[in-house]
T-cell receptor
Framework: DAKTTQPNSMESNEEEPVHLPCNHS???????IHWYRQLPSQGPEYVIH???SNVNNRMASLAIAEDRKSSTLILHRATLRDAAVYYC???????????FGTGTRLQVFP | DAGITQSPRYKITETGRQVTLMCHQT?????MFWYRQDLGHGLRLIYY???????DKGEVPDGYVVSRSKTENFPLTLESATRSQTSVYFC???????????FGPGTRLTVT
């Protein structure tokens, strides 16, 4: 299974944009890029996913590099409730497995 | 709308005991999954199921048994608990043709 690399931690101030990077240099053509987040003492929560094009939803935006070897999750205005561990995951369409890494712990300061 | 629930939420057991963790979903999702989460690791897949009576191993299946006689339930059994199975266990589900998984609140299991 292809792997992802994320920074261990990042910090942001409330109401500022946050860009969470993810490197996936071994991505294959059929791998989707998924992002989940895990708030303290809760199960992971789906955030967004994409294949090649940038994606937007009510929670976040996903920017995918043209060569697909990296991607960035964008939170447009961080809130205190966005403090969580964010996981970038490559999901091959022919498997049903999410292979989690250790993620990025995002701290948001008021 | 209960969604996906896990029981118990907390469990302490002794080495060698059999323990069953329950997972129930009200959405009639085809797929269900069991993960464990340990400090320093992300979540690791233990077992998954594509439908009732269909199960398959994940990354770390040793020491665990699953069954799925009904679509809505996916119990995970530790036949003889060991200290290394102390962990937080998450159940998840997803519908067919959709890749997003929906996770339960977790069960914190301590094996003494």
């Amino acid at each position: 299974d292809a792997k992802t690399t994320q920074p261990n931690s990042m910090e942001s101030n409330e109401e500022e944009p946050v860009h969470l990077p993810c490197n996936h240099s071994t991505i294959s053509g059929t791998d989707y890029i998924h992002w989940y987040r895990q708030l303290p003492s809760q199960g992971p929560e789906y955030v967004i996913h994409g294949l090649t094009s940038n994606v937007n939803n009510r929670m976040a935006s996903l920017a995918i590099a043209e060569d697909r070897k990296s991607s960035t999750l964008i939170l447009h205005r961080a809130t205190l409730r966005d403090a969580a561990v964010y996981y970038c995951i490559l999901y091959w369409v022919n498997t049903d497995k999410l292979i989690f890494g250790t993620g990025t712990r995002l701290q948001v300061f008021p | 709308d209960a969604g996906i629930t896990q029981s118990p939420r907390y469990k302490i057991t002794e080495t060698g005991r059999q323990v069953t963790l329950m997972c129930h979903q009200t959405w009639s999702h085809s797929y269900m999954f069991w993960y464990r989460q340990d400090l320093g690791h992300g979540l690791r897949l233990i077992y998954y199921s594509a439908a009732a009576d269909i199960t398959d191993k994940g990354e770390v299946p040793d020491g665990y048994v699953v069954s799925r006689s009904k679509t809505e339930n996916f119990p995970l059994t530790l036949e003889s608990a060991t200290r290394s199975q102390t962990s937080v266990y998450f159940c998840a589900s997803r519908p067919d043709r959709v890749r997003e998984q929906y996770f339960g609140p977790g069960t914190r299991l301590t094996v003494t």
